[in-house]
């Protein structure tokens, strides 16, 4: 069925005045202006040959630093209560840790024509992008480029003051390590299971060492992390097929959730040969376990497992269809099924999703950008999301990646995750039918918890 609009039943909490309606972006993947910052890892990934499917980088993308003051007026046309961004570190600090005023200076303009909107501001420190003289030096695999990272938290926190609404420290440490570290498939591009395990400890030791800089510097914001997980399903009623996903989701998702909440990591860790374990210093699960405000969480799809010989689990292609133009099976019952799970199993800050989107074959036929199965997948993560909410799990908020098309990492420019169309030869942007469709959903919104204000209705 092909939904025309977005809805929800009408008493969803997600209708609530009080939840947060977002787009989302990233620093690497839009701004552009690569000469204005120093050299970051994409950078460098992206000048090596056969990295990108394309061919391309991040030098110009959606050049958001010239047209930043037009994709604010954009994002305020489409009536979001919030815009989360990221900062480039590359951007606001020098080699020798002292400050790039004029970087700095951009991201403070930003958020103060954001405030003057009252768009809320989610800023997230790390969305991958470091800056490459610190991987000279090991990148995620020194422990000092945590202690790197928390300077830099410090620096940007106290320029930006109180112009923030929320910080994230990290985005998907998960990518990070793993892609970037384990499996090679991200910058840096390194292959080794020992160096992912030291990425992932040193990546959440930067975010508890920044959580205690933020929680000085900005007291009054909402401080957290934004995790990204793909719920795993097992191949069949087989208990060792249950089994291998078991430790799959240990292996991809708790390994990140777990030392958060519970300051230890799981015990798939005990499977590893101990070379593999991670670096783990006195004290450092203390400042891993840091208390949050709130925990942002990033779904796409679902991952199926089934057991291997020789390894702990095997992931199956995705052959369930829909699937995306990233080949990713839509799986809207895997947001609620993961959320549920994990309100049953921890103690849960409240949750916001901080990105949740599809990439999808777009075509501009007469000048507009027809995308019903974007639509579709908003429509029915949204509804996933609302379910959970009826469980009892405590969700604030939700923003849709991408505000628009942007560089997709590994993938560069093929794929479009936009609810805005960005047409890289003009720079010219176009709302897509999902975009509208969001825009008219909260229009609709913000009209009726208006009129429920005034009959003080909930
Ligand atoms: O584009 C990315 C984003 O940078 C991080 N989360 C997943 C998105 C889609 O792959």
């Known amino acids: 069925m092909k939904n025309k609009s977005i809805s929800l039943p009408s008493a969803s909490p997600l209708l609530r005045q009080d939840f947060t309606f977002g787009v989302a972006t990233a620093s690497f993947q839009i701004e552009g202006a690569a000469q204005s910052r120093l ?26 630093l010239l047209h930043w003051e037009a994709d604010l007026r954009l994002i305020r046309s489409l009536g979001v209560d919030a815009y989360r961004f990221s900062v480039s570190w590359a951007r606001v600090m020098h080699e020798d840790g002292s400050v790039n005023q004029q970087g700095l200076d951009f991201y403070i303009a930003l958020l103060d024509r954001l405030n003057e909107y009252a768009i809320k501001p ?6 991958w992008d470091l800056p490459q003289y610190l991987e000279d030096q090991g990148g995620w695999l020194n422990r000092d480029t945590a202690y790197r990272f928390r300077d830099y938290a410090d620096c ?4 930006f003051g109180d112009r923030v609404h929320s910080y994230a420290t990290l985005n998907e440490p998960f990518c990070s390590a793993y892609l970037g570290y384990e499996a090679g498939i991200h910058a840096p591009g390194h292959k080794s299971r020992a160096y992912g395990k030291q990425a992932a400890h040193h990546l959440l030791l930067a975010h508890g060492l920044a959580m205690e800089v933020l929680e000085r510097n900005a007291p009054d914001a909402l401080n ?19 089994e291998a996903a078991k430790l799959a989701d240990e292996y991809f998702n708790h390994w990140y959730l777990q030392p958060l909440l519970e300051k230890r990591y799981p015990d798939v860790l005990h499977k590893l040969p101990e070379h593999e374990h991670p670096p783990i210093q006195p004290g450092d699960m203390e400042i891993i376990g840091h208390r ?31 699937l995306t133009d990233m080949g990713w099976e839509v799986y809207p019952q895997g947001l609620t099924d993961l959320l549920v799970d994990y309100h049953q199993r921890y103690q849960l800050p409240p949750i916001f999703i901080t990105e949740n989107g599809a990439a999808m074959v777009d075509k501009v036929v007469d000048g507009k950008v027809d995308d019903p199965e974007r639509l579709d997948y908003l429509q029915s993560h949204l509804l996933a999301v609302h379910k959970a909410c ?30 805005v169309y960005v047409d890289y030869d003009s720079q010219q942007r176009i709302i897509k039918s ?14 009726s918890s208006g009129s429920q204000h005034e009959t003080g209705a909930r």
Not at 224 to 242: K, Q, R, T
């Open 434 to 447: 999902s975009g509208y469709a969001y825009r008219d959903f909260l229009l609709k919104k913000a009209q």
């Open 390 to 419: 009826e469980q009892g799990v405590d969700v604030r908020g939700y923003f849709a990646w991408s505000l628009m098309d942007n560089f997709e990492w590994a993938e560069g420019y093929l794929k479009r995750f936009g609810i």
């Open 224 to 242: 957290g992390i934004v995790l990204n997980f793909s719920p795993c399903y097992a191949a069949s009623d087989s208990a060792e097929d249950g």
């Open 39 to 64: 050299e970051t890892i994409w950078d460098r990934f992206c000048d090596t040959p056969g990295k990108i499917r394309d061919g391309s980088d991040g030098k110009t993308a959606c050049e958001h």
């Open 292 to 322: 949050l405000d709130y925990i942002g969480i990033n779904y796409y799809t679902r991952e199926r497992y089934q057991e291997s010989a020789g390894e702990l689990f095997e992931k199956l292609e995705h052959d369930q269809h829909p």
């Open 156 to 159: 940007v926190s106290k320029a």
């Open 122 to 127: 989610f800023v997230t420190l790390y969305h």
